[in-house]
């Protein structure tokens, strides 16, 4: 073999399907026809997958800390529920995209406030750019209405052909579908030259500038990317409960976000589907324990996954899985979080 | 002669601390330039300056005749001003192969395509394998860098530079905290560098600098103190007094 | 007029409030470069302790305060030793997940204890009212405000200018590296202000419960205050977060009373603009290393 041709093998190879990759989306559809009884709590995990998707996009490959992520899905999730209140684009997938380059345009406009500065100054402004919208949404009750929300929004067959059913059905596939792509499409970009520039500035942003890499453009592109993504989460969230109120844009939800992403680990993109199984999974015993007071038990996760370190607790949970492929494949474990490339 | 990298009265300072002063530097086309000084002479601080790291207060930075003063530290690489860094800057999860490979793909335009995978590119493809071959990385381009031998990373770190295909090459401490077993290769690689580029070494070690360089200034207190082929600078008694003075003081 | 020094004085009242509130936030991030977003619980911890203790327990006001002081200064120095300091030097990440999850079991154990709705510390007759200086409505309650805080205020700025305590704070805040060269136990320095802070948040706390509101919500609510006055005072001295404290407060009040409808718009903006303007804060030499 000449070295170009191992050069670009090799290469290739980073991005070839993984069996383990292929098991999960396998599973994945599996529970989609298992449970056909749990359509809307599987159409919420989705919605959060992609939700988190997009975090890992800026947090997991380009850096970030965003305290204000649900800027973006409260955008996406207004834009849809208007589209859709006031018809002006009734067919959902078309409104989808749209509602997600409304986020997007945000995000475009705001990456360059969140790219100057430090972490704190990013906290800041991420955090601040969401207060605002929900200050925004509130002022313009008239529009948005107000604390009681969107009533109303009656969604129309997606591309005319499947209605949305009271059971979730539609709702679930469909946001089963977009998921899927967005992931094929999130897969390609981080296996491009672009992704790899990426972790090339995660890692190191000086280091980065100087093999030539446009870092602030590169944050940008990506910043607007994630917004774009977190937009269509929003917009699904819209058109799969036909609501949309203030609480789209609330702290909270950029919080748990966090901790979604947190559980399932940044920096490899299955990080933020696993932590919004596990997630719900958690919200769903912790509500059944104390009703009310479930976030308690949610800020005791946060603390003790920070306390016993996330790569440990990343080490300890993907033991079990890694002896299995040990063991059946006879070789090293393919599921891993890269251990110091975690931020 | 034409000059490949100038820089007229740098200026600059930390508060009221003057760490580069009226800083003049000509590097002739093609040279084996070396740049040395006592230690907090500052000649980090000329390299930050030159990739840009640092803007100074005053002065011009020529690169072959266009001023690039200005410019970002990424639009310099792309000018063709490229660096090797001192201590381990290397990115230690990535491999050989997609470290110099993101280099060449940056170096081509090919940075921002978000579409097409790693390793489909028939001209990154080309460049890398050529890269990583003159520097005998080849048989090491798929494991993680952090588990490399120290020569290797070194030796990385050139290839790194040389795939940004630098019009001038500033080389930071090539050989520092190289093991003496693997200290050939390093000189070997310095050595055999494509003549056509330029190469500015900054250095400690003065074996290196006068079995390398045509060329040599000496920088003291941020301002130059000489400046010529190395066999008068080494007669000079000024450099005499300030490296016997710092060796008096050690 | 008169309304304008009615705002300007509420303003100040407000704005000292949340130096009192935030100072000790400040101080964290100065020193240790910690992100504290659970500065805001031990505020709300001060306030209901407050409560309790004048509501249930029939103590006066005047003697509640000090408790208040005391107890989250307590729960800060135990927090403090017992986690914060294993997280000092974590990355930022890190520190905003952990904090924000002791806000979330803050919020949630006390609307298990106390109920979510707002509660109201029952004041002595002698503050509620108002006065009238030349025509000017002066509420009693809030001159109190203005007096306390501003009293706190000056001696934290004689403890910090005068006392050893206070140099070896300094010396540490500059450069804790070169501090601990000197021989100065920078970890002791920094527990012990990390509970002052708390005990001061508390003693905010406990104050703020007439003005503010105090329900299990307050954490989550003024977290963005709380940064506003550390992120545009910057964190090198306590003058810093006063005048942008008394900034916001003022800005606040009279956003509130000029453009009611634009609600907190005003300050969020005005924040933004601020930090693009200057990342490292208005006053501010670096916020965060």
Redesign the interface.
Same mark, same amino acid.
């Given at each position: 073999m000449t070295a170009v041709s191992e050069v670009s093998s090799r290469a290739i190879a980073r991005a070839r399907w993984r069996p383990a990759e292929i098991a999960f989306w396998i599973l994945v559809a599996c529970c989609a026809f298992l449970f056909p009884s749990r359509y809307l709590i599987m159409t919420d995990i989705v919605r959060l997958a992609l939700f988190a998707l997009s975090l890992d996009l800026i947090l997991g490959y380009a850096g970030i800390v965003s305290l204000g992520h649900a800027a973006f899905f409260g955008v996406g999730a207004y834009s849809a529920g208007l589209m859709a209140l006031h018809g002006i684009i009734t067919e959902p997938v078309i409104a989808l995209v749209v509602a997600g380059l409304v986020a997007m345009v945000l995000g475009f406009l705001t990456s360059f406030l969140v790219i100057r500065g430090v972490d704190l100054t990013r906290l800041m402004v991420t955090l601040g750019i969401a207060l605002l919208l929900e200050a925004l949404a509130e002022r313009f009750s008239n529009i948005t209405g107000g604390s009681d929300g969107l009533q109303g929004i009656e969604m129309a067959p997606i591309l005319g052909l499947f209605a949305f059913d009271m059971y979730g059905k539609t709702g679930f596939f469909y946001s089963l579908i977009v998921l899927f792509l967005l992931f094929l499409l999130a897969r390609r970009i981080v296996h491009s030259p672009f992704g790899l520039s990426l972790r090339a500035i995660r890692n190191n942003p000086l280091r980065a500038s100087a093999i030539g890499v446009p870092v602030d453009r590169r944050l940008i592109a990506v910043y607007t990317v994630a917004a774009f993504y977190a937009g269509i989460a929003g917009a699904l969230f819209t058109q799969t409960t036909a609501l949309a109120s203030l609480d789209v844009f609330s702290f909270e939800r950029s919080a748990d976000l966090m901790l979604v992403l947190v559980i399932g680990g940044t920096g490899y993109l299955y990080g933020g589907l696993i932590g919004a199984v596990v997630f719900k999974m958690l919200q769903e015993v912790f509500s059944t324990i104390t009703p009310q007071y479930w976030q308690f038990w949610i800020g005791l996760v946060l603390v003790v996954i920070v306390l016993v370190g996330r790569d440990r607790m990343h080490r300890w949970a993907l033991w079990l899985p890694n002896l299995v492929i040990r063991q059946v494949a006879g070789r090293k474990a393919v599921v891993a979080v890269p251990k110091s490339d975690a931020p | 002669m034409t000059i490949a990298l100038e820089t007229t009265g740098l200026e600059k300072s930390f508060g009221g601390l003057r760490v580069a002063r009226a800083l003049s530097l000509r590097v002739e086309q093609g040279a084996r330039h070396a740049l040395i000084g006592p230690n907090g002479a500052g000649k980090t601080t000329v390299i930050n300056l030159l !990739?840009g790291?640092l803007k100074p207060n005053a002065g011009r930075i020529l690169l072959e005749g266009h001023d690039i003063t200005d410019l970002?530290?990424? %639009?310099r690489?792309?000018r063709g001003l490229? #660096?090797t860094?001192q201590i381990n800057?290397?990115? *230690? @999860?990535?491999t050989p192969? =997609?470290t110099v490979?993101? %280099?060449v793909? =940056? #170096?081509l335009g $090919?940075? +921002? @395509? &978000? &579409? #097409? $995978?790693? +390793? !489909?590119? @028939?001209d990154?493809? $080309?460049e !890398?394998? =050529?890269v990583? %071959?003159s520097f005998r990385l080849?048989e090491v381009?798929?494991e993680r860098t *952090?588990t490399l031998p120290y020569g290797k990373q070194r030796l990385l770190e050139i290839a790194?530079a040389i795939a !940004?295909r630098p019009r001038v090459l500033l080389l930071d401490e090539p050989a520092a905290g190289v093991p003496a077993g693997e200290r050939h290769d390093i000189l070997a690689a310095v050595a055999a560098l494509p003549r056509d580029v330029t190469v500015l070494l900054i250095e400690h070690d003065m074996d290196l600098v006068f079995a390398f360089a045509d060329r040599i200034s000496v920088l003291v207190n941020g301002a130059m103190l000489v400046e010529g082929p190395p066999a008068e600078v080494a007669r000079d008694p000024r450099v005499k007094a300030v490296y016997l003075g710092e060796a008096a003081d050690a | 007029m008169t309304t304008l020094f009615t705002i300007l004085f509420d303003g100040v009242a407000y704005g000292m409030l949340l130096f009192v509130l935030a100072c000790g936030l400040a101080v964290t991030l100065g020193l240790m470069n910690f992100v504290n977003l659970a500065h805001g619980a031990f505020a709300m911890t001060g306030g209901y302790v407050c409560a309790v203790l004048v509501n249930q327990s029939g103590w006066p006001f005047f003697a509640a305060l000090p408790l208040a002081f005391v107890a989250s200064a307590l729960i800060g120095a135990v927090l403090e030793r017992a986690l914060y300091r294993h997280l000092y030097a974590r990355s930022h990440l890190d520190q905003v997940l952990f904090s924000v999850g002791l806000v979330f079991m803050s919020v949630a154990a006390v609307d298990y204890i106390m109920g979510s709705s707002r509660i109201f510390i029952k004041l002595p007759a002698a503050l509620e009212g108002q006065l009238d200086f030349f025509g000017v409505g002066i509420g009693r309650y809030r001159l109190m405000i203005i007096v306390i805080c501003g009293l706190l205020t000056l001696a934290l700025q004689l403890i910090l200018a005068r006392t050893r305590f206070g140099s070896r704070l300094r010396a540490a805040v500059d450069d804790p590296r070169a501090a601990s060269g000197l021989g100065i136990n920078v970890p002791q320095v920094f527990a012990l202000t990390f509970a002052f802070g708390c005990g001061l948040a508390g003693l905010g706390g406990a104050l703020s419960a007439e003005i503010l509101g105090l329900d299990p919500y307050f954490p989550l609510k003024f977290m963005i205050y709380f940064l506003i006055v550390v992120t545009v005072g910057g964190s090198s001295s306590i003058t810093g977060p006063f005048l942008a404290s008394l900034l916001l407060g003022i800005g606040d009040v009279a956003g509130k009373y000029y453009v009611p409808k634009m609600g907190p718009f005003v300050i969020y903006t005005l924040m933004i603009v601020l930090l693009i303007w200057r990342p490292n804060g208005l006053f501010g030499r670096t916020v965060a290393r």
């Open positions: - | !990739t790291v970002p530290v990424h %639009a690489v792309l490229s #660096r860094f800057q290397l990115y *230690a @999860d990535l192969l =997609e490979g993101l %280099a793909s =940056e #170096r $090919r940075g +921002g @395509d &978000w &579409w #097409r $995978r790693m +390793g !489909t590119l @028939d990154v493809n $080309r !890398t394998a =050529e990583l %071959a080849l381009m798929n *952090a790194v !940004t | -």
